[in-house]
């Protein structure tokens, strides 16, 4: 039984501790240097938004506005929400600031916590990390290849294997509300059968049953009509331009006229990104993302055709192939006697201002004690301070991986380190040829 005084985190919200976080970081930098290299510029927005923000543009029948935010009444009596996402917030900042009227096409990426009150699994929690990006004023289709193709190429060049890509079109809004009350006179004659949650969204959201991950719904569905046979001239010819560019682009795809996604404000060009391998379970929706052609204007501003997307970075990371996470300290610092510590914290501040990374134990520790945990932080020179070599000027300079040890005088220490490593990089070239 766990001692029920300690406090715990919130249930669906992770700590991501020291160990864990070089995963994490090459996820996030190889994603703002895709998002640099394709013209994305970061936007941070704060992490709380007033309600009526995300009930407006993620729409009041979905399940995040209906069941699934952290809403609150504050102190000032203003009823607040916790974000969910990331696209209202980039929104609500482009109008407040009135970027529209600066330049014609902007392009923004944001990193960042989410909060929705899911039932927490394996890939779903209810705080969770999202890297996306918003493209305002291109009505595409070019960009929308472009940022699948983006994404894509990032998940390949993180070693993210066996993913499939799924794009639809949505249409116009017209088109929707057409593609609604045609699915729901598909549906209505199976209602009986439908899953409970289907019925519900028989008359609230019936796009969403087509989500359903129940069998009969799904075997109901599979004959519904699509809405790729309902859209316009002008949509069917935008996304005919998405599927061949991206054909062009060499980025293999699925047309999936089932596919529709948790928010409302999407119109034309939708996509989500599967995976299939590593860790990722039933949730295998690695991102999502889609036209907005509606939300600005919805949102009070002009009409600036928009896209964007967003990917889990917990999936990603359940996705990625299990690789050793490597520690990297140059050196390790470690003192014969407890009365050299004085010294051996110099020698810390000269090897760091060098920009080496170096690690002491200065606790008091046996010199065995003190080596072991060299070998444990995977150390690859240790620099040990005895009484007989401060006296002469000197440290021992212990090469971890050669075991081969030398006197060095205290001014030398630096280069003959790098002198070390420069070494062992050029021995790893060796093997590697
Ligand atoms: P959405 O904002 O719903 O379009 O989701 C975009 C992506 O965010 C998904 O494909 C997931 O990778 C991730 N995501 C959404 N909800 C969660 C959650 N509750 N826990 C973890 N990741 C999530």
């Known amino acids: 039984m766990s001692d029920p005084s300690l406090i715990r985190a919130v249930k669906g919200m992770n700590d991501v501790l020291p160990d864990a976080m070089p995963r994490w970081h090459r996820v996030e930098a190889a994603f703002r240097e895709t998002a640099r290299r394709y013209g994305y510029g970061e936007v941070r927005t ?26 609150f009444v504050d102190k000032g009596d203003d009823m607040l929400t916790l974000r969910p996402e990331g696209t209202a917030s980039a929104v609500r900042a482009y109008l407040e600031h009135a970027v529209h009227g600066q330049e014609p096409v902007s392009k923004w990426y944001y990193l960042g916590p989410m909060f929705r009150r899911e039932r927490p699994a394996r890939g779903r929690y209810r705080q969770f990390w999202q890297a996306g990006l ?14 699948i193709e983006m994404v894509v190429s990032l998940l390949a060049s993180l070693g993210v294997q066996d993913l499939e890509v799924l794009v639809n079109s949505l249409g116009s809004r017209d088109t929707r509300a057409r593609y609604r009350e045609a699915l729901r006179s598909y549906l209505s004659p199976h209602e009986a ?186 150390a690859r020179t240790v620099v040990i301070l005895g009484g007989a070599e401060e006296a002469r000027g000197v440290v021992q300079l212990k090469d971890m991986r050669v075991r081969h040890q030398q006197d060095v005088a205290h001014d030398a220490v630096v280069a003959a380190i790098r002198a070390r490593l420069a070494l062992e990089g050029a021995s790893h070239d060796g093997a590697a040829r």
């Open 46 to 71: 704060p992490l709380v938004e007033p309600t009526p923000l995300f009930v407006r543009s993620i729409g009041e029948a979905t399940d995040i506005v209906s069941k699934e935010m952290y809403t």
């Open 134 to 147: 918003e493209c305002f004023g291109d009505s595409g289709p070019q960009i929308d290849a472009e940022m």
């Open 193 to 378: 059968r439908l899953s409970e949650e289907s019925k519900q969204r028989l008359v609230t959201n019936p796009l969403r049953i087509l989500d359903s991950k129940s069998p009969v719904d799904q075997e109901i569905c599979a004959s519904a009509p699509s809405i790729l046979d309902m859209l316009d001239d002008a949509d069917r010819a935008h996304f005919d331009e998405l599927t061949a560019t991206l054909g062009a682009l060499g980025t293999k795809f699925r047309v999936e006229p089932k596919l529709v996604r948790g928010l409302d404000y999407y119109s034309r060009t939708l996509f989500e990104i599967q995976g299939k391998g590593g860790e990722l379970g039933a949730q295998n929706a690695l991102c999502g993302g889609g036209r907005y052609d509606g939300l600005v204007k919805e949102l009070g501003g002009p009409d600036v055709p928009s896209i964007g997307f967003a990917m889990g970075l917990e999936r990603i990371l359940l996705a990625l192939p299990n690789e050793a996470s490597a520690r990297s300290l140059d050196a390790m610092v470690v003192v014969a006697e407890p009365s050299l510590n004085v010294k051996a914290a110099v020698m810390l501040k000269q090897l760091r201002s060098a920009g080496l990374t170096a690690e002491g134990d200065l606790r008091g520790q046996s010199m065995k004690s003190q080596l072991r945990r060299a070998e444990k932080l995977g």
